[in-house]
Nanobody, 129 residues
Framework: QVQLVESGGGLVQAGASLRLSCAAS????????MGWFRQAPGKEREFVAG????????NYADSVKGRFTISRDNVKNAVYLQMNSLKPEDTAVYYC??????????????????????WGQGTQVTVSS
């Protein structure tokens, strides 16, 4: 079992930066693949970024490559999303998610939200123009 709590969202202007945090509890966090998703009003939830259990592999949606960075700290049981050069189209509720399987299935597998076992409640990010 993994419990996830996101924080760090807010209202910022275009071009600004935000750092989202996801605090995790549960014994399997350290071996879990972690992902960030987002959902804008009227749109489906979409993959943003993912990271393997040891941080050795990361992957990103094309829309955020070069601007967002995912990282994790398994000592602190946390995963982060550093978001730079924010755009109004980044406005969404951002969710942290965990896949607790211990074997890696390739980056494509983790872009699908139905492949995650645990979800946080989300944190709102609003970027004004």
């Amino acid at each position: 079992q993994v419990q996830l709590v996101e924080s760090g969202g807010g209202l910022v202007q275009a071009g600004a930066s935000l750092r989202l945090s996801c605090a995790a509890s549960g014994r399997t966090f350290g071996s879990s693949f972690m992902g960030w998703f987002r959902q804008a009003p009227g749109k489906e939830r979409e993959f943003v970024a993912g990271i393997t259990w040891n941080g050795g592999t990361t992957n990103y949606a094309d829309s955020v490559k070069g601007r967002f960075t995912i990282s994790r700290d398994n000592v602190k049981n946390a995963v982060y999303l550093q978001m730079n050069s924010l755009k109004p189209e980044d406005t969404a509720v951002y969710y942290c998610a965990a896949n607790s399987a211990t074997y890696y299935r390739g980056s494509g597998y983790y872009t699908q939200d139905f492949n995650y076992h645990y979800w946080g409640q989300g944190t709102q990010v609003t970027v004004s123009s």
